[in-house]
């Protein structure tokens, strides 16, 4: 059905709609541009950082310390099984490469099967 004008009521009711939501647009940008925006200082990031580099150091402190109590313990135990019992060092040897060779095979053999 068209006006006096010749256009239609459908585009009156569009060009409504396009007005309306600019204008909503509008007014959710003039809220955005009213809300207050907190930055923190400098000196609190600064310190943030610093608390979080000496968290790190101790945590790879503590790290470092483990492994190099674990290797000690595992260099000792190798050591005594190898010069004390060479046979029972050698078994350990290839217990290891065996279980090493079937739990590779099993993982690619489940990588496999998934595809």
Do not use: C, H
């Not at 010749?6 to 509008?26: L, V």
């Not at 150091?57 to 190099?68: Q, S, T």
Request: hydrophobic share 45%.
């Amino acid at each position: 059905m068209k006006n006096q004008k010749g256009i239609s009521s459908s585009d009156d009711k569009m060009d409504k709609e396009f007005f309306d939501t600019i204008s909503a647009i509008n007014n959710g940008l003039d809220k955005l541009d009213s809300m207050d925006t907190y930055v923190p200082d400098d000196k609190w990031f600064e310190r943030m950082v610093l608390d979080q580099q000496v968290i790190q150091k101790k945590k790879y402190r503590r790290e470092l310390a483990w492994f190099i109590l674990s290797a000690v313990l595992i260099l000792s135990g190798v050591i005594f099984t190898m010069l004390e019992l060479p046979i029972l060092f050698f078994v350990l040897q290839a217990v290891t490469v065996a279980i090493t060779a079937i739990y590779s095979y099993k993982g690619v053999q489940k990588q496999v099967d998934s595809r």
